[in-house]
């Protein structure tokens, strides 16, 4: 073998054990991220609790009819002070009520001859309760039968429904994260006492949504507020 043949075999074995051990350290790394990623757990924790709602929005919708417009907003304007005299009595005050615009329509505008109703314009309206007397709500709403009796028709239509709303959810917020939080590092144990390890620091954490519903549909007015966290821990 001549010299030069010497050389090149030379720098070829010098390179193939430069890669041989630059290869062997990558492996070794690489091994070693692994194994930490191995050992994680993922968990979950939950928090709920029920409370009460502070507000409820109640509208009372009501109709009238009458020949004439004049006469249409004369009895809008009488079945409205009826309406706000019977809630003033059950102990509501004037700045918890507020009068919306009513829809009017004329009834004869598309019909002819004798299927024209006796009175041509009709007025939906709504006076609404917007209150922190949640229970003074629900004590009242059987009551309303005595509008009834003053001649107020009453109408019950879906988007005019009750509605009882928690205003106070950021309050409380932090507390339930922590509770979700415990509640993960709990199931996070129960996993590494089975794999016979120890949880370590938290890795990454994600806020889940608050969400808040009606206990049943029987009572609105108690609310069930629910935080879910995902928490990935190490393991030691």
């Known amino acids: 073998m001549n010299k030069n043949n ?33 050992r994680l757990v993922s968990v979950k924790g939950l928090a709920e609790r029920e409370v009460a709602a502070d507000l409820v929005l109640w509208p009372i919708s009501f109709s009238v009819s009458a020949e004439s417009l004049a006469g249409l907003y004369q009895a809008v304007d009488a079945d409205k002070k009826k309406i706000s005299a019977f809630l003033t009595q059950a102990g509501f005050k004037a700045a918890e009520l507020s009068f919306a615009a009513p829809v009017v329509q004329d009834l004869w505008e598309n019909q002819y001859g004798d299927r024209r109703p006796p009175l041509r314009y009709k007025a939906d309206a709504v006076l609404l309760v917007r209150t922190n007397q949640v229970q003074k709500v629900k004590q009242t709403q059987p009551e309303t039968v005595q509008l009834v009796n003053q001649g107020v028709l009453l109408t019950q239509r879906y988007e005019h429904k009750v509605q009882y709303i928690f205003t106070q959810l950021n309050d409380i917020k932090p507390a339930m994260i922590a509770e979700a939080t415990a509640n993960a590092r709990q199931a ?32 609105p007015e108690t609310k069930k507020v629910r935080v879910v966290t995902k928490v990935e821990y190490s393991l030691d």
């Open 6 to 38: 010497l050389g090149s075999a030379l720098a070829l074995g010098i390179t193939l054990a430069i890669g041989l051990i630059w290869g062997a350290s990558y492996l070794k790394d690489a091994v070693t991220l692994w194994k930490q990623a191995d």
């Open 188 to 219: 996070a144990a129960q996993f590494a006492d089975d794999a016979g390890a120890k949880v370590g620091s938290i890795r990454s954490a994600q806020q889940g949504y608050f969400s808040v519903s009606d206990l049943d549909s029987y009572t």
